[in-house]
């Protein structure tokens, strides 16, 4: 591993996993603090919209089109040139492979013909560390990663040193956000849509739903039977179609994604304390993070378990390029860049990083 590196590292970072085109320029200072120089982002949720979801070929082809202006315009932004960077950092995985092989071969091409070095990131990496990109967020952390591709709590012990304490095991939280949208009529994307209908509930406790996992050992997930739940509670015969309905179902919904989010982050905190006990800070990353409902009710958690709690802004929950260029910069401090024939990958474990050896405790500090 390399020694901490004595001046600032400039990183430029690129995000193509899904259906946001990004790109954008950070600093990590020496010691550590993080500047963000500049960034872009285009969002295809227009070009998505009429299909309800993210069509991956329509993805791939926006990104292929976009990228390069958008990487041109962050770094005017940054009033840098390629040859300014430090390094260069991209999204390899995991994600829809189309968009992840646009960003990863861009990033490649920018770092060999500027001759800097690559840095292929996990986009979950990204989502990890982006609490450290807005605060100073110390190592050991309990991380819940809600997005609409994901539900984990893991483990972060440092910078590649990641331990997947339990996942869901069927759809993720976004998803299951996403579809209870689509059987409420709410639009898409759904989690938002979810949000604001259930703002206007009239009664949230008329609908009971299912809190799945809760009580069971470990901390893994499931959210399939309860959009099934919701989707027979709306054909139950007291169920008519009526504006109130999607609002009291809306506003159900999330409380039991709450509760059992909730209950799986205590236990995933009671496994991670066996390891680190003295582990006092939860982060909260991804998408669904936006959730005021669910920020409130893991800041109680957190206030009952006398945990810190740290939820970036909104901007760095959701997809960016700020965070793939941020874990660009922290690996980079440590030595960890990655050869240009690094091949993309649609799935790739977080806890199957590369990090610095268990002894290499000076790494994780900041
Ligand atoms: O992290 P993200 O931008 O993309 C992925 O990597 O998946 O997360 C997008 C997900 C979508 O499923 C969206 O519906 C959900 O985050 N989401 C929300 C809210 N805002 C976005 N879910 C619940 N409440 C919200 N306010
Ligand atoms: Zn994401």
Not at 32 to 57: C, K, M, N, T
Not at 149 to 157: I, M, T
Not at 249 to 262: G, R
Request: hydrophobic letters at 45%; a negative charge.
């Amino acid at each position: 591993m390399a020694a901490e590196p004595d001046g600032p590292l400039t990183v430029l970072g690129i995000e193509t996993s899904c259906d946001e085109t990004a790109a954008a320029v950070v600093r990590r200072h020496s010691g550590g603090a993080p500047e963000i120089l500049a960034e872009e982002l285009l969002s295809q949720i227009d070009e998505h919209r009429p299909y309800e979801g993210v069509v991956p070929e329509i993805a791939a082809r926006a990104h292929l089109d976009r990228l390069d202006g958008l990487t041109g315009r962050a770094m005017a932004a940054a009033d840098l040139g390629f040859g300014d960077l430090d390094g260069v950092a991209a999204t390899a995985g995991p994600g829809l492979i189309g968009g992840v092989m646009v960003g990863a071969t861009t990033g490649k091409a920018i770092a060999a013909a500027a001759g800097k070095p690559f840095l292929a990131i996990n986009h979950l990496e990204g989502h990890a560390l982006s609490a450290r990109l807005t605060g100073p967020v110390a190592f050991p952390f309990l991380l819940l990663l809600v997005s609409g591709g994901h539900c984990q709590l893991l483990l972060v012990q440092g910078v590649g040193r990641y331990l997947r304490l339990g996942t869901t095991i069927d759809d993720a939280v976004g998803e299951a956000f996403d579809k209870v949208a689509k059987l409420l009529d709410l639009g898409y994307p759904g989690g938002p849509a979810v949000e604001a209908a259930a703002a206007h509930a009239q009664n949230p406790e008329r609908f009971a739903l299912p809190r799945p996992m809760r009580g069971r050992p470990g901390c893994d997930f499931s959210f399939s039977g309860l959009k099934t739940a919701v989707f027979h509670r709306l054909r139950a015969p007291d169920c008519q179609p009526a504006p109130d309905d999607a609002a009291d179902m809306a506003a159900a919904f999330q409380e039991a994604v709450a509760d059992v989010l909730v209950e799986r982050t205590c236990n995933g905190l009671r496994m991670a304390k066996e390891r680190e006990p003295g582990l006092r800070r939860l982060v909260v990353a991804g998408g669904v993070a936006a959730n005021r409902r669910l920020r409130r009710a893991l800041e109680d958690l957190c206030a009952r378990e006398e945990l810190d709690i740290f939820i970036p802004p909104q901007r760095y929950c959701t997809d960016n390029a700020a965070m793939i260029a941020w874990a660009g910069a922290e690996r980079l401090a440590l030595g960890l860049t990655s050869p240009l024939d690094f091949a993309p990958r649609p799935r790739w474990p977080l806890d199957q990083l590369d990090g610095p050896a268990e002894s290499a405790g000076g790494a994780t500090a900041r």
